[in-house]
C-alpha cells in the first residue's frame, strides 16, 4: 500500500490510468491520495469516487496556511465525511521554507487537529523541522486523543524517539534508498509494527530510477531496501506495513 502519492497534480494528468495499473501490477493494491488545499481536496474526492484503488486524506498543507480561512475549514469538514476519505492530510508545520507564516501554520494546523479528533480520524503529519513545535501542539490541543503518521520522516533520532513515544506511526519513502543518507539508519530504528511506506510521488523517486517521475509502482524499490535494513523477506516488509496502513487507515486490510 502506498500510503502517500500525489496523484491529483499535473504530473499525472495525462496518464492516470495506466499510473494506477502499474502499481496494480506490481502489487500495490491501494494508493492514499492526500490534498494540499481545498481545490486539490476536491479533485482528491472525485479520484476516490472514479478509482476503487484510491482512498484520499484531505486537508491544507502548511506551505498554503497563510491563504486557509474558516470558509476552507468548513469545506475541508465537509469532504471528511465521504466514505471513502480516511484521514485528514496532508497538513503539519514547515519551517524550512516557511511559505507561510509561523502564525498561520500553527492555527490551521490546530484547527486540522481539532477536526481529525471531533471525526475520530487519523492524521497526515507534514513536519520539516517543526518536529518538537508539532508534538507541543498535538500534546495541547489533542492529547491522548489522536493517531496518525508522520510522513517521509526527515527528523533526528531522538525527534523519532519523541514521534513513537507519542504513540504516531512513521512513513518512509524513496529518500531511503538515497546514498549517503541519513533515512535508512533512522529507517532501522521504527518497530516494524509502526512502520508505513510511500512514495510521495511524483517527488522523491527511489534508485535506481532517479530522475524519472515517480508513481506507486516505485514503491517495490523501497520495500527491497527496507527488507536489507530489517534483515527480512520482502514479503514480510510488504505484508507488515499493509496491515500497519490498514489498522491505521480502517481500509480494510486485516493480518
Not at 513536519?127 to 527528523?155: K, M, Q, W, Y
Amino acid at each position: 500500500m502506498d500510503t502517500h502519492a500525489h496523484l491529483v497534480m499535473d504530473a499525472f494528468a495525462g496518464d492516470m490510468e495506466a499510473v494506477l495499473d502499474r502499481a496494480a501490477d506490481a502489487g500495490v493494491s491501494w494508493v492514499l491520495v492526500p490534498s494540499t488545499d481545498v481545490d486539490s481536496a476536491r479533485q482528491v474526492v472525485r479520484l476516490c469516487e472514479s478509482e476503487s484503488s484510491v482512498y484520499g486524506a484531505v486537508g491544507v498543507h502548511p506551505h498554503d496556511a497563510d491563504k486557509a480561512g474558516d470558509t476552507d475549514m468548513e469545506a475541508i469538514a465537509s469532504m471528511l465525511l465521504h466514505p471513502r476519505v480516511c484521514a485528514v492530510g496532508e497538513i503539519g508545520m514547515d519551517f524550512h521554507y516557511s511559505f507561510s507564516s509561523k502564525e498561520a501554520q500553527e492555527r490551521v494546523f490546530s484547527m486540522q487537529l481539532a477536526l481529525a479528533r471531533v471525526n475520530d480520524m487519523p492524521v497526515i503529519i507534514h513536519s520539516r523541522e517543526a518536529v518538537n513545535e508539532i508534538l507541543a501542539i498535538i500534546d495541547a490541543v489533542v492529547p491522548d486523543s489522536i493517531e496518525g503518521v508522520f510522513h517521509c520522516f526527515t527528523g533526528s533520532h531522538a525527534e523519532l524517539e519523541a514521534v513513537l513515544e507519542h504513540g504516531f506511526y512513521v512513513s518512509v519513502g524513496g529518500m531511503v534508498t538515497f546514498k549517503n543518507g541519513k533515512i535508512a539508519e533512522l529507517a532501522g530504528q521504527i518497530p516494524l509494527d509502526r512502520l508505513l511506506i510511500e512514495t510521495d510521488a511524483p517527488y522523491l523517486t527511489p534508485v535506481p530510477l532517479r530522475g524519472k517521475r515517480n508513481e506507486p509502482a516505485y514503491l517495490v524499490h523501497v520495500i527491497e531496501k527496507l527488507a536489507q535494513i530489517y534483515d527480512a523477506s520482502f514479503e514480510q516488509i510488504a505484508r507488515q506495513t499493509a496491515v500497519n496502513a490498514g489498522r491505521l487507515f480502517g481500509t480494510g486490510y486485516d493480518e
